[in-house]
DNA sequence: CTCGTGATTGACGCTTACGTAAACGTAAAG
DNA sequence: CTTTACGTTTACGTAAGCGTCAATCACGAG
C-alpha cells in the first residue's frame, strides 16, 4: 500500500528503480552503478530498493552533471554540497571553496560554450550561401 | 632552417609535437592519439611530425571540445565541420543539419550550467549564511 | 502449484582516452 | 665517439561507465 495517505506527512512518495529508470530514460544497470558509487542511497525493503524524493533530486543532478561532462566522482562533490549539513567552519570554508571552483568551470564552460556556437552560426551562414550559390544556376 | 623568408608565403610557421604539448599543456601521447584517431593529420618529414597552423587550430577546437565534455568521435564531426569544402548539395544539407544538433546539444548544455550557476549561488548563500551565525557568537 | 513480472547479486566484457614503459633512430654538442 | 635531447613505434595497463548475461528470489494471478 503505497501512497498511504490518512496523514499528510507519513509515507512521502517513493518510487521503484524502474520507475525512476524510466523516468530519466537510463537503466537499471546505470543507478544501481551510481549506488555502487556512493552517489544515491535508497532505502531498502528486505532486498529491495525504494527510492525517496532526495534519491530522484538527486538523480537530476547526476544526470545533469553528465551533461555538462563531468566525472562521477566531480558530481559525488558537487552533489553533496546540496544537502551539506551546517557543520564547523573549516567546513563551510571548505564548502565555499569548492563551490569557487566550480563556479570558475562553469563559467569558462558557458565561454566555451559561446564562442562555440558564434562559429557554428558563421559556419552555417557559409554553408547557406553556397547553397543559394548552388541553387541559383 | 625554419622560417624562411625570402618569400612571404613559403614556410609558414610550423611547430614540433613538443612544442604545441608544451602550448596546450597536453602529452606527446595524447597529440599521437589524437592523430591516430584522425582528428590531426601533421606532415612528416622522414619520419617526424611536423605540426602547420591548421593542425594547431585543430587541437585548440579539440580541447575546447572535451572541456565541453564532447566524446573524441563527436568532436571529430564538428571540428571536421569547420574545414568542410562546399560540396555537393546533400553534403551541405547534411552539414546544416548537423550544425542544428549541435547547437540544439550547446544550448541545451547552457540551460544546464545557469540552473547549476544559480544552485550554487543558493548554496553560497546558505553558507554564508550559517558563518556570519557561526562568527556571531 | 505454476507462471509471469520485477526485483536482486555477482561477474565478466567492452569502449574511451589516455599512461607508461621498452626499445630504437637521429642529429647536434662536447 | 659518446652523450644528450628529442623523436619514433609497439604494446600492455588502467580507470570510468556502463552493457550483458546468469542464477536466484518474491509475489500476485490464474
Redesign the pocket.
Known sequence: MIGDVHNDQVTLETW????LAAEYDV????I??YED?GLLTPERR????VYHPRDRVRLGLILRG?RLGF???EIATIVDMYDAEPGEEGQLVYLLHQIGTRRAELEQRRRDIDETLRELAEVEDRCQADLRALRAR
Open positions: 521503484s528503480i524502474a520507475q537503466t537499471l544497470r546505470t544501481r552503478f558509487r528486505g532486498t529491495v530498493r553528465k566525472s562521477l566522482d
